[in-house]
C-alpha cells in the first residue's frame, strides 16, 4: 500500500470515529441548563455577558465554584454572545472539545507507538467510553474538557520538539484548570519511556514549565474557597491514605468496566465510627498490584509508564487533601485515558496476527457497547429532576442531591414536593445549608412564615456568607412586619454580592422596607439599581411607582405604573385608574 493511500485510508477511518463521537454526544443537544453548577457558571455569571474592561477583569481575579479558570470564563463568553443561554450552543462547544481530544489522543499515541490502526481503535474506545459523558456531556464541566484539549495539544507539542509551541498550550491548560500542573512531570515520564538522557538541556527545557506550575498551582491554593471547610468525612493521615488507594482503584475499575457510573459519588459511610473494610483493602491491593508489575519483564517500559501516566494525572483528585462533596468523579478520568490507551496500543503491537485479529474484533464489539450506553446516559443530565433522581436512585443518603431536588421542585411549583425532599436532606445531614434554605423556601409559598424564618435562620447560622440565605430572610421579615431587620438583612445580601445576577430582589426588599421606615430617598435609590439591572421586570416599576406616590410624585409614579401595566400587571392597571386618572 502505497504511503499516500495509508493516509487517506487512516484519516477516513478517523472521521468515521469522529462521526461516532458526534452521534453518541448527538442526544445530549436536547439537555437543559441544570442548577447544579450551570447556574453559578451560566445563568447566574454575570461577567460572561459581554466582553468589557470589568468582565476581563473578573475572569483573572474570580474564581469559578473555587477554581482558577479565566479561560472558561472566555468561553462562555464567547457562547454566551453567540447563543445567549441557549443550552445547544453550550453543548456544541462540548462535543467540539471532545472532538479535538479525540483527534489529540490519536496523534499521541501514535507518535508513542507508531501503531496507525491501533491507535484509530484506542481513539475510538476514548471517544465514546461511557466515563467521558460526565466531562463532555454537562455544560459546568468545561474547564476539564478546555485543560485537556490544551494539555494533550501541549504534550503533542513536546512530543514533536516544539518546546515554544508546547509551552503556549501548557499556559493556556493551566488558566484552564490547574491540573495541568503535573505537565513537567510528565515531560520527565516521557523521556524515560522514549530512554532519552536526562543531560543539562533536558533539564534546562522544563525550567519555564516549572516556573508556571509553583506560579498556578499556588494561586489554585489561594483561590480554594473550600480549603477551610474540607469535606465531609473527616479523616486521620492513616485514613486518607487509605481513601487514595481505594479511589485509585474506584478508577481503575471505571477505566476498564465503566458499569455503575454516577454523576455524583458521596463519600463511603462510617459504620460504629469505622471506615468501610474495602477502603482499608485498598492499600494492600494497590501495593500487590505494583510489586506484580515491578516483576514483569515484558515491555516493562511501556507498563510502567502507561500505568504511572494514569496514576500522575489522577494524584491531585485523590483525597490525600479531602476538599469537596465529591468522593470521585468519572470526569478525572478523561485525561488519565489517554496512558491508558498508550498501554493498549503498544500491547497490541506485540500479539500475533491472529490474537491482533481477536482483540480488533473484541474492541469493535466494546466500542459498538459503549457507543449505546453513553448514547443513554447522556439523558443523566437532561434536566434538574431526572438529573437528581438518577442519583438518589443510585445513593439514597445523598444530602445535596434531596437538597438539590427540592430547588428544581420549587422550579415548577411542587411545594409539598419540595418540602419534602428538604426534610430528607436535613435529616440525612442536619448541617445541609440548601436543605434549610429551600424548605424555608417553600414555607413561604404555604404561608408558613414562622416556620420559615427559623429555617432560613440556621442556613445563615451555618453559612454567614451565603447572600440568598440573607435575601430569604429579608423578604419573610417584610412580610412579618420586620421592616428594620428586612432592610439590615437585604443590605446584608447586597454586600455580600453586589454583582450578582440576582442583586435586584434584596435590592427591591430593601427598597419597600425603607419606603415603610421613612426613608424615601433610600427607597428610591435602592428601586434605581434594581431596575438598572432588571430593566425588563414590570414587578420593578410597580414598586418604584409606590413609592414615587408616597413622595408625591404623581407624574413619576404615574409613569412607573403605566411601564408596570404595559408589562402585564393587572395590579398596576388598578391603581392607575385610582390614582392616575389625571396625569397625562
Not at 483527534?103 to 491507535?119: D, E, K
Request: glycine share 6%; net charge positive; proline share 5%.
Amino acid at each position: 500500500m502505497t504511503p499516500g493511500r495509508e493516509r487517506l485510508l487512516t484519516w477516513g477511518a478517523l472521521t468515521l470515529v469522529l462521526a461516532l463521537a458526534a452521534g453518541v454526544y448527538s442526544s445530549s443537544f436536547s439537555n437543559n441548563l441544570l442548577n447544579w453548577d450551570d447556574a453559578v457558571n451560566v445563568t447566574g455569571n454575570a461577567a460572561i455577558r459581554g466582553f468589557t474592561w470589568t468582565n476581563l477583569r473578573a475572569w483573572f481575579t474570580q474564581p469559578l465554584l473555587g477554581v482558577y479558570s479565566p479561560i472558561v470564563y472566555l468561553s462562555y463568553a464567547v457562547d454566551y454572545r453567540i447563543g445567549e443561554l441557549s443550552p445547544a450552543t453550550y453543548h456544541a462547544t462540548n462535543l467540539a472539545l471532545h472532538l479535538a481530544g479525540v483527534v489529540l489522543t490519536f496523534a499521541i499515541v501514535r507518535r508513542l507507538t507508531n501503531r496507525r490502526w491501533a491507535a484509530i481503535l484506542v481513539a475510538a474506545l476514548f471517544a465514546v467510553h461511557p466515563a467521558n459523558v460526565a466531562a463532555v456531556t454537562p455544560i459546568s464541566v468545561r474547564s476539564s474538557l478546555l485543560y485537556a484539549c490544551f494539555y494533550l495539544s501541549a504534550y503533542l507539542s513536546y512530543l514533536s520538539s516544539r518546546s515554544y509551541l508546547s509551552f503556549l498550550f501548557f499556559f493556556l491548560s493551566s488558566l484552564s484548570k490547574p491540573a495541568a500542573v503535573v505537565f513537567p512531570v510528565l515531560m520527565l515520564l516521557t523521556d524515560y519511556y522514549r530512554n532519552r538522557p536526562l543531560t543539562w538541556p533536558a533539564w534546562r527545557e522544563k525550567i519555564p514549565f516549572v516556573v508556571v506550575s509553583v506560579a498556578i498551582g499556588t494561586m489554585a491554593l489561594v483561590f480554594r474557597t473550600d480549603m477551610a471547610t474540607g469535606s465531609p468525612l473527616q479523616t486521620s493521615l492513616l485514613e486518607r491514605l487509605a481513601l487514595a488507594a481505594y479511589q485509585l482503584g474506584f478508577y481503575v475499575v471505571k477505566a476498564v468496566a465503566p458499569i455503575g457510573l454516577s454523576a455524583y459519588y458521596p463519600y463511603p459511610e462510617r459504620t460504629a465510627g469505622a471506615l468501610p473494610l474495602g477502603v482499608w483493602l485498598a492499600p494492600l491491593m494497590v501495593l500487590l498490584v505494583a510489586a506484580l508489575v515491578s516483576r514483569v519483564r515484558f515491555e516493562r517500559r511501556l507498563l510502567s509508564f502507561g500505568l504511572l501516566f494514569f496514576v500522575l494525572h489522577l494524584a491531585l483528585v485523590l483525597k490525600l487533601v479531602p476538599l469537596g462533596a465529591e468522593f470521585t468523579a468519572d470526569r478525572y478520568l478523561y485525561v488519565p485515558l489517554v496512558g491508558l490507551a498508550v498501554l493498549l496500543a503498544g500491547l497490541a503491537g506485540r500479539l500475533s496476527p491472529r490474537a491482533q485479529r481477536a482483540a480488533v474484533a473484541a474492541a469493535l464489539v466494546v466500542i459498538a457497547t459503549w457507543s449505546v450506553v453513553s448514547y443513554r446516559r447522556n439523558a443523566d443530565w437532561r434536566d434538574d429532576m431526572t438529573f437528581y433522581t438518577r442519583i438518589i436512585d443510585r445513593f439514597p443518603g445523598a444530602a445535596v442531591a434531596h437538597a438539590n431536588r427540592a430547588a428544581a421542585r420549587l422550579q415548577v411549583n411542587d411545594v409539598e414536593g419540595a418540602g419534602r425532599d428538604s426534610t430528607e436532606a436535613i435529616r440525612l445531614d442536619s448541617t445541609n445549608v440548601q436543605g434549610y434554605f429551600n424548605r424555608a423556601t417553600a414555607e413561604v409559598f404555604q404561608g408558613r412564615l414562622r416556620d420559615a424564618l427559623q429555617d432560613a435562620t440556621r442556613a445563615i447560622t451555618l453559612d454567614p456568607q451565603l447572600p440568598a440565605s440573607f435575601a430569604l430572610r429579608a423578604q419573610i421579615r417584610l412580610s412579618t412586619g420586620d421592616y428594620a431587620g428586612a432592610r439590615d438583612d437585604a443590605g446584608t445580601a447586597i454586600d455580600l454580592a453586589p454583582n450578582a445576577d440576582d442583586v435586584f430582589k434584596p435590592l427591591v426588599t430593601r427598597g419597600m422596607a425603607r419606603m415603610v421606615l421613612g426613608d424615601g430617598p433610600g427607597a428610591l435609590q435602592d428601586l434605581d439599581r434594581a431596575i438598572a439591572a432588571r430593566p425588563q421586570e414590570p414587578a420593578l416599576f410597580f414598586n418604584r411607582g409606590q413609592v414615587k406616590l408616597a413622595q408625591d410624585d404623581v407624574a413619576g409614579g404615574c409613569a412607573d405604573l403605566r411601564a408596570a401595566a404595559a408589562g402585564g400587571r393587572e395590579d398596576a392597571k388598578a391603581m392607575l385608574a385610582e390614582r392616575c386618572k389625571g396625569s397625562t
